[in-house]
């Protein structure tokens, strides 16, 4: 699956973005999906995973729960994730990612397909 994420753009503290992720493929609703991110020097960091089909398994970074929501529609061969009271630390670039056996992961070793990142800017 090929993967593409969108939506990223410059907030102010306190604001809503939501980030769009296109997959081609037939199989999009057999994979795992999953948002990770990285800030400028930093490691990439996880912050949110869905599990496949209907995606009743969802996972958040402490930093990002009660803040962000990740959801999936099959239908449309996309992921989202809604990120709400944005913080300057959310600044970072934004990277969906895929795996190949349908379970929602924090780890990303277990994801084989990943999107080219989308630049989230949270200024205060």
């Known amino acids: 699956v090929q993967l593409q994420a969108s939506g990223g753009g410059l907030v102010q503290a306190g604001g809503s973005l939501r980030l769009s992720c296109a997959a081609s493929g037939r199989t999009f609703s057999d994979h795992g999906l999953a948002w990770f991110r990285q800030a400028t020097g930093q490691e990439r960091e996880f912050v949110s995973a869905i599990s496949r089909g209907t995606g009743t398994t969802k996972y958040y970074a402490d930093s990002v729960k009660g803040r962000f929501t990740i959801s999936r529609d099959n239908h449309q061969n996309t992921l989202y994730l809604q990120m709400n009271s944005l913080k300057t630390e959310d600044t970072a670039v934004y990277y969906c990612?895929?795996?190949?056996?349908?379970?929602?992961?924090?780890?990303?070793?277990?994801?084989?397909?990943w999107g080219r990142g989308t630049q989230v800017t949270v200024s205060s």
């Open positions: 990612a895929a795996d190949n056996d349908g379970l929602a992961s924090r780890r990303a070793s277990r994801y084989a397909s």
